[in-house]
């Protein structure tokens, strides 16, 4: 019989470090299959392809749905809700609430499928008033690519509230593992098409796009197959964690008409939280679309490559970070306890500056060889190289806050603030637009303006919301402490990157271009590893001593949170 009352919903959440971990390594597996995934669709297509353009300007339509909603909105109004239903009615309460959630959310998701695929149909080529071509030069292609891509929003929808309702309960490895998944089938549906269309391109330009649409049109049949890898993936845990089975509630019309009420709650949350939890996502998602409409061929594209390079720090670190301790600020924000949020929430982002401060140094100096290695391949020339790097550049400035600001709103929503990320986000989407237009044709500048855009309005986000936390939940009791930290992280970070580029310089021209890039970045690895332990940076001694205590042998360590 399960309890109706009395649920320690911040004790389960024991063993957040090794959740973190876990989390972070499957998230690496994932960026990782999503670059081989990438650099395989790079060479297929080129750095100059329309119908790559179309396809991943298409794609950012139900990517960010799944942004929005696996990592920030639906997740997060779904991880409050069945906190607060498991901490005052019960798992059996909670398993309701779940139900009844994922019911409504399938049909919504339903609704919205048809009425992007309507829009993206009988939209006009060009907007009301200006005249822009906002879909590009020819746009069927995204048009038909958004129709047939928009399905895959459904599976990721139910994917969303099932992964958010594990992570409340503790599980966090399917929700994890599912992305991996997802990648390897990608990576395997295009060695499909390449068997059935092939590697090389046509020399006449309108067989060559025919060639490029088929392909493009099997792969959008091969995402809904991954759609169903990610959902499918998560449903086994949801047995293990209470969702199926055991005794139902007796409940009255009343109760079920309350019910109904915290369920749309969630939903009415969910609406605001998609704006003000993924600002970041939704930029993106815009300077996607006005690339399209704004720069020549391969300007989509050479911008997606850019972006997934620079969302491999962000995500592994911030996203996983965020996502591993968010259900905990959740419960203690619901617990009012107010001085060990707090000090989740610092320690936390003193964590993700502990890697996002190198790896953003990292991508600033190296994003020519890293492009080059990674997309530089078959169809892809120097130019689009050379193009993805400067773009690279700019978004390497957002790693930083674009993570921090994340970690921010979850903690206001933690706390019941729900307005203030949303009103910030508005006026910084507004201006993301605004300054998209000045800087690429007002400046000339090519995707480097659209990523110089979204990281000036990373930034802009952090430092307004920053202000509505303190007020919130009160200053940082240990501001002096925060601040010699950050000072040190950054010594070290800029210190290894630095001495990583000397070498880069000396061995480019003495060994292979992979091997001294990669000899670059174990290097500033070691000295950055060198330098916080110098320096008695804490992330780095606390890292070092988890390490030496999971390894003795019947260690404790990985019951006790951090």
């Known amino acids: 019989m ?30 990782l299959l999503g670059f081989v995934r990438e650099t395989l669709a790079a060479s297929i297509f080129g750095d100059a392809s329309a119908v790559n353009d179309a396809f991943v300007t298409a794609w950012r339509v139900p990517n960010l749905f799944r942004s929005l909603l696996g990592e920030g909105a639906m997740s997060t109004s779904l991880q409050t809700a069945l906190t607060r239903e498991d901490a005052e009615r019960g798992l059996a309460a909670g398993r309701r609430l779940f139900w009844a959630l994922a019911r409504i959310v399938g049909v919504l ?31 069927e292609p995204v048009r038909e690519l958004v129709v047939r891509l928009m399905p895959f929003v459904v599976l990721m929808c139910l994917a969303a509230v099932v992964g958010g309702a594990l992570q409340v309960r503790g599980h966090f490895a399917s929700t994890a593992l599912a992305p991996v998944l997802m990648n390897t089938w990608w990576i395997a549906a295009l060695f499909l098409v390449i068997g059935r269309f092939g590697f090389d391109q046509r020399a006449d330009p309108t067989a060559e796009f025919a060639r490029q649409m088929g392909i493009a049109r099997a792969l959008a049949w091969y995402v809904m197959i991954a759609g169903l890898i990610l959902l499918g993936t998560q449903l086994p845990a949801l047995r293990s964690r209470g969702f199926f089975g055991g005794e139902p509630l007796q409940t009255s019309a009343e109760e079920r008409g309350m019910l109904r009420q915290r369920v749309w709650r969630v939903l009415r949350e969910a609406a605001p939280l998609a704006l003000g939890a993924a600002v970041y996502q939704v930029n993106v998602m815009i300077d996607g679309f006005m690339a399209e409409g704004l720069l020549r061929n391969g300007g989509p594209s050479v911008l997606y490559y850019a972006t997934r390079v620079q969302q491999l720090p962000l995500s592994l670190v911030s996203a996983s970070a965020t996502a591993a301790v968010f259900p905990v600020l959740a419960a203690l924000g619901h617990e009012k306890r107010g001085s060990e949020l707090r000090k989740l929430h ?12 190198p790896a953003a140094f990292g991508l600033l100096l190296f994003a020519g060889p890293i492009m080059t290695l990674c997309f530089e391949h078959g169809a892809f020339s120097a130019e689009g190289t050379l193009r993805g790097a400067a773009a690279l550049r700019m978004l390497a400035l957002a790693v930083l806050p674009a993570g921090a600001a994340g970690l921010v709103a979850r903690t206001l929503y933690a706390l019941g603030d729900f307005r203030t990320p949303v009103r910030i986000s508005i006026g910084v989407l507004s201006l993301n637009v605004v300054l998209n237009f000045a800087l690429v044709l007002g400046l000339g500048m090519d995707a480097d303006g659209l990523g110089l855009s979204t990281a000036l309005c990373s930034w802009l986000n952090l430092v307004l919301l920053l202000p509505a936390l303190r007020r919130s939940i009160g200053p940082s009791a240990r501001p002096g402490e925060i601040r010699s930290r950050l000072v040190r992280l950054l010594v070290a970070s800029a210190g290894s990157v630095g001495l ?43 890292a070092l001593s988890r390490a030496r205590k999971r390894a003795r042998p019947g260690s404790d360590f990985e019951g006790r949170r951090n």
């Not at 320690?347 to 890697?355: K, N, Q, V």
């Open 500 to 542: 990583a580029w000397c070498v880069w310089n000396f061995l480019e021209s003495r060994c292979s271009r992979t091997l001294a890039l990669l000899s670059s970045i174990a290097l500033a690895g070691v000295f950055y590893a060198l330098t916080c332990h110098l320096l008695g940076v804490p992330e780095w001694r606390s």
């Open 2 to 31: 399960e309890p109706e009352r009395g649920v320690d919903v911040v004790g389960r959440h024991q063993r957040l470090v090794l959740r973190t971990a876990i989390v972070s390594l499957f998230t690496l597996g994932s960026r």
């Open 346 to 357: 610092d320690d936390t982002h003193l964590a993700i500056a502990f890697a996002a401060l």
């Open 109 to 139: 998701s339903l609704v919205i499928c048809a009425a992007v695929m309507l829009g993206a149909w009988f939209l006009p080529d060009t907007m009301p008033f200006t005249h822009w071509a906002w879909l590009g030069e020819d746009p």
